[in-house]
């Protein structure tokens, strides 16, 4: 496990059970914990589902970073909801993107869901780069280029 | 953050400009080659080696930037036309802000809106003419500029005017009618175009 501060660790205390709370909401009941770690391992975030579970119920115990908040919301098509806005103002994160542009990505999202599996992917990966800013390094799965 | 719209009418324009000076000489490595150098002059970040299982290439464009993701398991001729059918799309697709993405795939796709479908069809034409090389049979407004629709006072202004109102006429069926589209693409109908424009604007036949 990286170092961390004491100062930092007892922020994150502090928040996690929000946070917790946040990400289950954004999962809705419509997706099992099991379907959103498998995405987000596709997406290249080394994330089990028992790491779902323990983030969701506050028991995670390295902060959240905003890749992963970004890339939880991303598969749980919940950009534009009210709980990533919270989740990043928790976690001291902000993104260059308006309410109306989170939304116009949702509908992005949901509008190419007709596609094959694999083929979503590749444009969800490419997604998540927009949305974050930062240029993909070629071949290097997005875990190790964020991490 | 700001939505640039791409500067995609500027892109636009200068792909058109290059377009026409493009070679062609029937290699579709080098029509590869060529296509993707058009589009890294115009910014928009190419890579040959997404994992596409269905599509054969997806245009990405947000504020951030354009990317072209061409499937890595095309030849070299399917490749070809996925670059071309990437500039057609730029040329006559609509992108929207802040991000949207545009999906090709080799035949006919599942698409969700009838405006989608007409633009999807004009882009497939437009490409096919792009790769072969052949500009001429497409709308003229699609790759150079053209007379414009305008009040006329004198016989040569009303001719270039009736021009202007003709390409028009031609783009607008271009990118809505299927039966336009194949007659536009017939070599006889594109030479008598060609006959036309010449004696309505003779002193500019290149941009009549």
């Not at chain 1, 749980?76 to 928790?90: M, Q, V, Y």
């Not at chain 1, 992005?108 to 490419?126: E, H, I, N, W």
């Not at chain 2, 057609?88 to 090709?104: F, T, V």
Request: hydrophobic share 40%; net charge positive; aromatic share 8%.
């Amino acid at each position: 496990m990286p170092e961390r501060d004491e100062v930092q660790i007892a922020r994150w205390d502090a928040i996690r059970g929000r946070v917790g709370d946040g990400l289950r909401q954004m999962r809705g009941h419509g997706r099992s914990q099991a379907q959103l770690a498998y995405e987000m391992d596709e997406l290249g975030f080394h994330v089990s589902q028992s790491m779902v579970s323990r983030y969701e119920q506050g028991q995670g115990e390295v902060p959240l970073s905003l890749e992963r908040m970004v890339g939880w919301a991303l598969c749980c098509d919940a950009l534009s909801t009210g709980h990533l806005r919270e989740l990043l103002e928790l976690g001291g994160y902000s993104l260059p993107w308006t309410v109306g542009d989170m939304k116009q990505f949702d509908l992005l999202l949901r509008k190419f869901r007709a596609m094959s599996r694999a083929d979503q992917m590749v444009l969800r990966r490419r997604m998540l780069w927009h949305l974050l800013g930062v240029q993909p390094l070629s071949g290097a799965p997005i875990a190790e280029r964020v991490t | 953050m700001t939505a640039n719209v791409f500067e995609l009418d500027d892109t636009r324009r200068q792909i058109r400009d290059r377009l026409r000076a493009m070679p062609h000489d029937g290699d579709p490595r080098a029509g590869v080659r060529r296509m993707r150098a058009l589009l890294e002059e115009m910014g928009v970040k190419c890579d040959d080696t997404a994992e596409l299982e269905d599509a054969d290439a997806i245009l990405l464009t947000s504020g951030r930037g354009m990317e072209a993701l061409v499937a890595y398991r095309l030849n070299d001729g399917q490749r070809h036309q996925a670059y071309s059918r990437i500039v057609a799309r730029l040329i006559i697709g609509q992108m929207h802000e802040p991000m949207d993405a545009k999906i090709e795939y080799q035949s006919k796709h599942f698409t969700i809106s009838r405006q989608e479908k007409e633009e999807d069809a004009a882009v497939a034409k437009f490409a096919i003419a792009l790769a072969g090389g052949n500009l001429d049979l497409a709308p003229r407004p699609l790759y150079e500029d053209v007379p414009k629709l305008t009040l006329a006072f004198t016989p040569r202004s009303a001719a270039r005017s009736t021009l202007g109102g003709m390409h028009l006429w031609s783009d607008y069926w271009y990118r809505r009618s299927t039966m336009y589209r194949w007659w536009r693409s017939r070599r006889d109908v594109s030479s008598a175009i060609k006959r036309v424009c010449v004696m309505l604007n003779p002193r500019h036949p290149a941009a009549a």
